[in-house]
């Protein structure tokens, strides 16, 4: 019974918060409007989009490359782009699977322990969150007032600007984290205390697996590489900003109200928020209300303009994503990964880890 109640939460929570997300992204919203919005929109932009949307992911992959690199020079970019592509498919399937799903794919593709890509995906989700980080101060210098009312958090109510030293002490606290990681010893030293004492055997399994996953962190140790990852990060944020930009120009957004690059970026910084937190498939309905709210309350953009572009936006990325990850899901097939490896992955992942 209390399994069948956890499967019954976990289907009924998400699905819950999707549907007051998609109340919300389209209450007071006339569906005449989003429809009269839909129609007139030009899908030559929206057609556009999406070459570069697969481009953006394919440098995600080669910098996810970059990062193995130290501990495998021979890290294919289209194995890296495989997996990563199936990550994007599982989240639009089931929140959060894909983060998990990744790293044990590559892992079987390239013969790493998986400890070793767990770690480069968390340096990844880093240098994210760091890069959110600076492009949402941009954002909150430019727009104080009006992002403290899209992110209504009563804390930053009265002044916005509050929130700047707190997204400074979490860039710092991710930072300290990664220096005890890699330059001390303090992991291994709370292993000896906590197990060591009671087991040498498994002391030494969980040791082995602390150094593979420190691994995934050599790239942090090779100031080299830093350039690359820097350049690639920048070209790849440029890309996931071009095409809300070009959205805009679908709906004539940025003829009526105007919208510039600039504009596409305060969206980008507000739908990434809501894409990390989301509990949702996909971000679906967290996406669309984020997107509204922030249209309507810093550009003034009309409700139904505001909730169609949310749909289209939205869309692009999901369609996309589930299109191209279905098509390495049966490339990986081949290999004898499927829904029911991934599904069983912790255990395949230990034996992986186990025989490198």
Not at 310 to 324: D, E, K, L, Q, S
Request: hydrophobic share 55%; net charge positive.
């Amino acid at each position: 019974m209390k399994q069948a109640g956890k499967k019954v939460f976990k289907v009924l929570f998400p699905g819950i918060i999707l549907l007051g997300s998609f109340y919300f992204a389209l209450s007071d919203v006339n569906p005449d409007e989003i429809l009269d919005a839909l129609a007139a929109a030009d899908m030559r932009w929206i057609l556009a989009t999406l070459p570069i949307i697969v481009v953006s992911h394919y440098l995600r992959a080669i910098r996810w490359q970059i990062m193995l690199s130290p501990v495998k020079k021979s890290v294919s970019h289209f194995n890296a782009f495989s997996a990563l592509m199936i990550s994007y498919l599982f989240n639009n399937l089931i929140p959060r699977s894909g983060e998990l799903a990744r790293p044990f794919i590559l892992a079987r593709r390239e013969e790493i322990p998986v400890s070793t890509t767990l770690a480069s995906v968390v340096v990844e989700r880093v240098i994210d969150v760091l890069s959110l980080l600076i492009l949402m101060l941009l954002a909150l210098w430019a727009f104080s007032a009006q992002m403290a009312q899209v992110f209504t958090d009563s804390r930053i109510e009265g002044d916005p600007n509050a929130a700047l030293p707190i997204l400074l002490l979490i860039a710092a606290l991710l930072l300290f984290l990664m220096y005890l990681l890699l330059r001390t010893n303090i992991a291994q030293r709370i292993l000896q205390f906590t197990v060591q004492r009671y087991s040498d055997r498994v002391y030494n399994k969980l040791l082995a697996q602390l150094n593979a996953f420190r691994d995934g962190f050599a790239v942090l140790a090779h100031p080299r590489l830093y350039p690359k990852v820097f350049i690639v990060t920048v070209v790849m944020w440029a890309l996931y900003v071009i095409p809300l930009y070009m959205v805009f120009e679908s709906f004539g957004l940025s003829r009526y109200y105007p919208l510039t690059l600039f504009d596409a970026n305060v969206l980008c910084v507000v739908t990434s928020v809501a894409i990390a937190v989301a509990p949702t498939p996909g971000a679906a309905g967290v996406y669309h209300a984020a997107a509204r709210v922030a249209l309507e309350s810093i550009y003034q953009v009309p409700s139904g303009e505001a909730a169609a572009y949310a749909f289209v936006a939205h869309a692009i990325g999901f369609f996309t994503n589930m299109i191209v990850g279905s098509i390495f899901l049966l490339r990986e097939n081949a290999i004898g990964i499927s829904l029911r490896t991934l599904k069983d992955q912790p255990q395949d992942s230990k034996a992986i880890a186990d025989n490198q």
